[in-house]
């Protein structure tokens, strides 16, 4: 099975502008779950969509929102970039429910650069 | 009441050396506590993990304490190598509940020859 796929890599953008990341889970997988990660904070939670639906939602503000598709592929947008949102943006897929809950499977992330 | 909290932030390990990670958490409703591996320019990878009705999970050179009254539990990685050299998040989650996990801050691991 392909692993999960985030593109783009990188982006660099400029304060006040918004920027969208795209997530494709690994096949089968429904639940996609997005991260945050800074040195200094660390991997900090962001939204998780279950079949369309967003189930879960970090502390962020309103600047942050996503959405899932049909077919579990998600994309999450930020708008009026600030510097502060420069960050390596991460996405997780995961088989959900039963045994393996908790087992998320990470993309390589989208670093974004916000000048 | 959500907080994972982890240490050290940084480990300096020689080759064959033993790493000790540890971690600490407040809320008893955890019941499934991963750890995650991370190399530069990846995302993080799932190393191990273990639920509480357990003290202690082995997985080749990893191993999972498990203290649940303590409510701690620590990673040791055995005969440590210099590809062990990585960022390592613990974390712990409901599997009652949807996939909201929540990790510590990370340990950087090096390990020199």
């Known amino acids: 099975k392909a692993g999960v796929t985030q593109t783009p890599r990188y982006l660099i953008k400029t304060r006040g502008q918004q920027v969208t990341l795209s997530c494709s889970p690994i096949?089968?997988?429904?639940?996609v779950s997005w991260y945050q990660q800074t040195p200094g904070q660390g991997l900090q939670f962001l939204f998780e969509?279950?079949?369309?639906?967003?189930?879960n939602k970090g502390n962020f503000p309103g600047r942050f929102s996503g959405r899932q598709f049909s077919n579990s592929r998600s994309e999450m947008n930020v708008s009026t970039l600030e510097l502060g949102d420069s960050a390596l943006y991460l996405c997780?897929?995961?088989?959900?429910?039963?045994?393996?809950?908790?087992?998320?499977?990470f993309g390589p992330g989208t670093r974004l650069t916000v000048l | 009441q959500q907080q994972v909290k982890q240490s050290p932030q940084s480990l300096i390990v020689q080759k064959g050396g033993i790493s000790i990670i540890n971690c600490a958490y407040e809320?008893?409703?955890?019941?499934?506590f991963p750890w995650y591996q991370q190399f530069p320019g990846k995302g993080p990878a799932l190393l191990i993990a273990i639920r509480p009705d357990v003290s202690e999970k082995k997985e080749g050179r990893f191993t999972i304490s498990f203290n649940k009254s303590a409510k701690q539990f620590s990673l040791h990685i055995m005969d440590s190598q210099p590809g062990d050299s990585a960022t390592y998040f613990c974390a712990a989650t409901f599997s009652g509940g949807y996939q909201k996990v929540t990790f510590g801050t990370g340990t950087k691991l090096q390990v020199i020859p």
């Open positions: 969509y279950f079949s369309e639906t967003q189930r």
């Open positions: 997780a897929s995961s088989p959900d429910g039963g045994s393996r809950v908790g087992e998320q499977f």
């Open positions: 809320n008893t409703a955890f019941d499934y």
């Open positions: 096949s089968g997988h429904r639940s």
